[in-house]
């Protein structure tokens, strides 16, 4: 039962990574087609803005609906709906009618199925994967995104030249048909009633106050969630200044495609290298507080360097650092009851899209009209020795600084004893199925 619930796993992982694909390839060929027929940037902020705008206002209200339908339905629909977006868009390319419109209420409908999707992805882990060998299987999970974030632009800028918007949208759908029907050619479990959500369950508010409650008497569960939404927002932001960055300290478009190149690459190993090591992780906290101080110091390193080559190192370790969220993941897993976890996750989730999302409104107007403006100052002497007086100082402050802060709450939240021993204080929550609940109870 346990190799064919690991089988099952390991196809999911695999047609889960090939949507993904898909969809990246799509987000690159609309990027293409939306700068050669407009010139503009701007649409292309709105539409990452409609797709995460769902899941940063109701993702908790979707984990109730995922902790109380199964799974694999949830997962199959979520997927079908991003297909039919996929489909929708194809037409209207193939149509001739095509408005920036139509794509950003595609991107707000993919971003509702998407929402329900996320949740029960992470919970069926839970399900299918000992915990022994939860970390691994994250850590497979995590590689789907640099994989994909290498592999999306180099194939749509093959592809879109050869077959058009239309064609890589039909690949996308595809791999979406191809998703689906892995999922619903498998048997996943459904968890048994824990006493937490029983004692939650009756009616739809009360089943989300449960999720919340569950994480609100465990103060140091709740303190690490908090601790990674703060990350979400200090990390999302100054990274999204990165390619404005590099261009201005470089002044090279070329070394700037180099150094990104090493984004994908590093969180590719990064990945790579929990996965190789997975069985050796007794401890998740241990891992996480190493890799989150090496992460402030490669912000330190990009605020003040201007090596494109140590600037490439410095992208590649602070994101193959950053692949320690799977390590986080994992430790929801085991501490939160499985028929919980739609809600816990959403909980989660919801609360990184606020924390990313406030990021990226708040950095871009104090970089243009605060930090850049400042460089040209006379007080600016007092940092030039650290950031230079050149153009992009600004944002090199603002990465600086980033580093710092990283630093500073990374020591003081895991100098609270309670936060640092949680893996040890908190007991684990076996991942039972409900058919042998119901077989072995007495």
Not at 111 to 128: D, H, R
Request: charged fraction near 10%; aromatic fraction near 8%.
């Amino acid at each position: 039962m346990q190799q064919r619930h690991l089988r099952n796993f390991y196809i999911l992982v695999i047609t889960q990574t090939l949507s993904m694909l898909g969809s990246r390839m799509t987000s690159v060929a609309i990027s293409l087609q939306i700068f050669l027929t407009t010139g503009q940037a701007a649409p292309l902020l709105l539409v990452s803005f409609f797709n995460e705008l769902p899941a940063m206002l109701f993702n908790s209200l979707a984990g109730v609906w995922v902790d109380r339908w199964d799974r694999r339905w949830v997962m199959m629909l979520a997927d079908a709906g991003q297909a039919v977006g996929s489909l929708l868009l194809m037409l209207s390319f193939l149509s001739g009618q095509f408005q920036l419109w139509h794509l950003y209420i595609i991107a707000l409908m993919q971003g509702v199925f998407a929402m329900f999707q996320e949740p029960a992805k992470s919970a069926v882990v839970t399900m299918l994967v000992p915990e022994n060998q939860r970390n691994r299987a994250n850590a497979l999970q995590g590689m789907s995104h640099p994989l994909a974030g290498i592999l999306a632009p180099a194939l749509a800028g093959l592809l879109f030249t050869m077959i058009g918007l239309a064609g890589i949208v039909f690949i996308d759908l595809l791999t979406f048909f191809v998703a689906v029907a892995a999922v619903y050619a498998m048997h996943i479990p459904r968890p048994p009633m824990s006493e937490e959500a029983h004692a939650a369950a009756g009616n739809f508010w009360r089943e989300l106050a449960g999720g919340m409650r569950f994480l609100s008497v465990r103060p140091a569960l709740l303190g690490l969630v908090i601790y990674f939404t703060i990350m979400n927002f200090l990390l999302n932001g100054p990274l999204d200044l990165m390619i404005p960055y590099l261009v201005k300290i470089t002044g090279s478009e070329t070394l700037t495609g180099l150094v990104l190149s090493a984004e994908s690459l590093g969180g590719f190993i990064g990945a790579g290298l929990l996965v190789a090591y997975s069985s050796r992780i007794h401890r998740r906290i241990n891992v996480i507080i190493p890799a989150m101080l090496m992460v402030s110091i490669m912000f330190l390193i990009l605020g003040t360097s201007h090596s494109p080559l140590v600037l490439a190192l410095a992208v590649a370790c602070l994101i193959g650092g950053l692949q320690i969220w799977t390590l986080f993941t994992s430790i929801l897993q085991a501490k939160s009851p499985p028929d919980l976890q739609g809600r816990v996750f959403s909980i989660s989730n919801q609360l990184g899209y606020l924390g990313a999302t406030t990021s990226f409104l708040l950095i871009g107007p104090l970089v243009d009209h605060v930090v850049e403006p400042a460089v040209r100052t006379a007080s600016w002497s007092v940092v030039a020795p650290l950031v230079g007086d050149q153009a992009g100082a600004g944002i090199g402050l603002v990465l600086l600084v980033t580093g710092v802060i990283i630093l500073t709450l990374t020591i003081v939240t895991f100098a609270i004893p309670a936060v640092r021993h949680l893996e040890i204080n908190l007991p684990d929550y076996a991942a039972v199925p409900e058919e042998t609940a119901t077989a072995t109870a007495p």
